[in-house]
């Protein structure tokens, strides 16, 4: 089974910038993976930033957005924002017949 | 609105059986593939199980294959996660998830407790 790697902790500053990646063993990440990435803060259940790669629903804020680079798959916040302090996951799909996560981002915004 | 409400977790001992649910409203059940994703105190989330919206396709994570069956009755818009012969290391809080062409939405999620 594949397994899906994300950094497992970023800092970034208030207005700041960062990018959050996420690979697999397989290969390189594509659109065929249907890359997902949630936000979850403590306490609290995930939500859904992004679907499909760069999709957004009407709850994610503009700061974030979704994109492949270099071979995976990529979630970038411009303008951070204290709020933004939570645990990011990525899950990939495999063929639609597993989905793997990844061990997930604590991002902290400093 | 989508609306996913979990239930049927608790305590239960090794080795014995415990069935959740997860009531769907606010969009068209039957249209969309439903996902079971749980995740253990302090840990990460963890795929567990994922069923096609005709419930004819049903897919595992290899740490429940053979043990835990999702399935969905798609007339009461419901989806269900049958767990036998659980263990200490199935102890998560267990959510269901929509997902498709239009994103993914979650509940809240429901908590399962195995210990003897």
């Known amino acids: 089974q594949a397994v899906v790697t994300q950094e497992p902790s970023l800092t970034v500053s208030p207005g700041g910038t960062v990018t959050l990646t996420c690979g697999s063993s397989?290969?390189?990440?594509?659109?065929?993976?249907?890359p997902y990435w949630f936000q979850q803060k403590p306490g609290q259940a995930p939500r859904t930033l992004i679907y499909d790669t760069n999709n957004k629903h009407s709850w994610t804020p503009a700061r974030f957005s979704g994109s492949l680079l270099g071979g995976k798959a990529a979630l970038s916040l411009s303008g951070a924002q204290p709020e933004d302090e939570a645990d990011y996951y990525c899950?990939?799909?495999?063929?639609?017949?597993?989905?793997?996560f990844g061990g997930g981002t604590k991002l902290t915004v400093l | 609105q989508v609306q996913l409400v979990e239930s049927g977790g608790g305590v239960v001992q090794p080795g014995r059986s415990l069935r959740l649910s997860c009531a769907a409203s606010?969009?068209?059940?039957?249209?969309?593939?439903m996902q079971w994703v749980r995740q253990a105190p302090g840990k990460g989330l963890e795929w567990v199980a994922v069923?096609?919206?005709?419930?004819?396709?049903?897919h595992y994570d290899n740490s429940v294959k053979g043990r835990f069956t999702i399935s969905r009755d798609n007339s009461r818009n419901t989806l269900y996660l049958q767990m036998n012969s659980l263990r200490v290391e199935d102890t998560a809080v267990y959510y269901c998830?929509?997902?498709?062409?239009?994103?993914?939405?979650w509940g809240q999620g429901t908590l399962v407790t195995v210990s003897s």
């Open positions: 397989t290969g390189a990440v594509t659109s065929g993976h249907y």
């Open positions: 606010g969009f068209t059940f039957s249209s969309y593939g």
């Open positions: 069923i096609t919206n005709d419930g004819n396709n049903k």
């Open positions: 899950l990939l799909s495999y063929s639609s017949e597993y989905w793997v």
């Open positions: 998830a929509k997902y498709g062409g239009d994103g993914c939405s």
